[in-house]
């Protein structure tokens, strides 16, 4: 589960992005290895393309020393752009994307979008 | 890729590991002959140094093939990125350098390279019928060429006294298409060169919503302007994969009016110069340039003369987020 730590979903450009993520129902020795990263891709007419903001892959002894059962604290400042954008061919999202992996190959994926900027609407 | 992406993964990967394989296995066996036993192996010459390239170009098409698909399974798209970014070694996340520009937008050094006559810069412009122009004139020259040296060879039968029916029917409609095609070039030509060049100068760069700036339009040539007028655009443009073949898609988003020319006489050393000011609005978009999608800002200039056909040419600009109101290390 993540959760953005602002009042609303929407940021300004240098603004610091403040979330939180947990897992629950999951052994902590199960997992071996967690992905936190901010990202924006591109939707729409045109082929798919992403870009990584903020990345952190936790594995190892950083993944050990990570107490799971209290939600995992991220501050990220962001950047002046992209900003979010919806057009007509193509639309500008951001959002935060956890990863789990577990010792068994399983997967387990969250999302939380947001916006950056205030020009959102369509043109 | 159809089916079960996980044996299509698999089966890619294995062939790249294969032509890796087979690529070192001939690469080695074609060293080792030439230099442990060089009487039996192949002579130094174009044909080892051709064999060595190709057998090398197998190792590394392998090698890298093998790894992307790979790392396609074994990562996720995000660490994918990363590692395509900074490379394999993961480092810190370095806290955001204020100072840099933003990412994702063009860069401002192609836009500010010429200095205008009155404003600061003359911006640079896109003929969207020169790429048309060039390439009919390529394809007149090779296509005449080509009927010339056939034209050689009919006369040279000719003078043998030898008719070469084939040859003379190929020759009729060949020249018929060059004659088309010199004539379409040369008429593109005058009217390119006709209606005379147009230059757009501009007060600042990068713009930045919400500002207005001073804007300079001077037309040469020689000729009567039934009407002119100059618009700011907003262009999406995607790039995507339509079966085999890569589509490009734009469409203009916004558009707007900054100034509407009557008519007007342009004579040669006095141009016609038109002064109006621009201004963003303030929820307009940033220019974005990604891999298969961008958005475009451009100044157009549309004309109407007489005896010559309408004409329109663009000149890009490039829009910063509002929030980087002072582009302090621009890069020049």
Redesign the interface.
């Known amino acids: 589960m993540i959760r953005l730590l602002g009042l609303q979903p929407t940021y300004m450009s240098r603004d610091t992005l403040e979330f939180e993520y947990r897992v629950s129902n999951i052994q902590q020795n199960s997992i071996s290895a967690v992905e936190v990263s901010v990202v924006w891709l591109t939707e729409g007419k045109g082929t798919e393309d992403l870009g990584v903001h903020f990345f952190q892959r936790l594995t190892g002894n950083s993944l050990a020393a990570s107490d799971w059962s209290i939600p995992q604290q991220v501050h990220v400042p962001l950047p002046d752009s992209p900003l979010s954008y919806e057009g007509r061919l193509l639309k500008i999202s951001w959002c935060v994307r956890v990863r789990f992996y577990l010792n068994d190959g399983t997967e387990l994926v969250a999302q939380q979008p947001f916006y950056l900027g205030t020009i959102t609407r369509e043109v | 890729m159809s089916g079960w992406w996980f044996v299509g993964s698999l089966g890619e990967a294995l062939f790249f590991a294969s032509f890796f394989l087979v690529g070192v296995m001939c690469f080695t066996t074609l060293v080792a002959w030439q230099f442990v036993s060089p009487t039996t192996g192949v002579r130094i010459g174009y044909g080892f140094w051709l064999l060595t390239t190709v057998t090398a170009s197998f190792i590394v098409m392998g090698a890298v093939g093998f790894w992307y698909r790979v790392l396609k399974v074994a990562t996720?798209?995000?660490?994918r990125?990363?590692i395509a970014?900074h490379g394999l070694v993961?480092r810190p996340?370095k806290?955001?350098n204020?100072n840099l520009l933003?990412?994702?937008?063009p860069l401002l050094t192609p836009f500010t390279d010429s200095p205008g006559a009155k404003l600061a810069f003359r911006l640079p412009g896109e003929w969207p019928g020169t790429g048309a122009l060039i390439s009919i004139g390529l394809f007149a020259m090779a296509w005449n060429a080509m009927m010339v040296v056939f034209s050689v060879f009919a006369v040279g039968g000719f003078l043998e006294g030898k008719v070469q029916i084939r040859l003379l029917m190929l020759l009729i409609p060949g020249i018929y298409v060059g004659l088309r095609a010199g004539q379409l070039f040369f008429r593109s030509y005058v009217q390119e060169i006709g209606i005379g060049s147009t230059t757009v100068e501009i007060e600042d760069l990068p713009l930045v919503p919400g500002k207005t700036y001073k804007l300079l339009l001077v037309q040469y040539g020689r000729l009567i302007i039934k009407k002119l007028s100059i618009r700011l655009v907003?262009e999406?443009?995607?790039?995507?994969?339509f079966g085999t073949d890569v589509r490009t898609?734009c469409?203009i988003?916004?558009s707007q009016n900054i100034l509407d020319q009557g008519r007007s006489r342009i004579d040669w050393g006095r141009p016609l110069e038109l002064e109006c000011q621009v201004t963003l609005p303030l929820?307009?978009?940033?220019s974005?340039q990604?891999?298969?999608?961008a958005?475009h800002w451009k100044i157009i200039v549309e004309g109407e003369a007489n005896r010559w056909p309408s004409y329109s040419r663009s000149f890009p600009v490039v829009v910063?987020?509002?929030?980087?109101s002072n582009p302090v290390s621009q890069p020049l």
């Open positions: 996720s798209d995000e660490h990125e990363v970014k993961s996340n806290p955001h204020r933003p990412p994702m937008v907003c999406e443009e995607s790039t995507y994969h898609e469409e988003v916004r929820d307009a978009m940033h974005f990604s891999l298969h999608n958005i910063y987020p509002h929030a980087r």
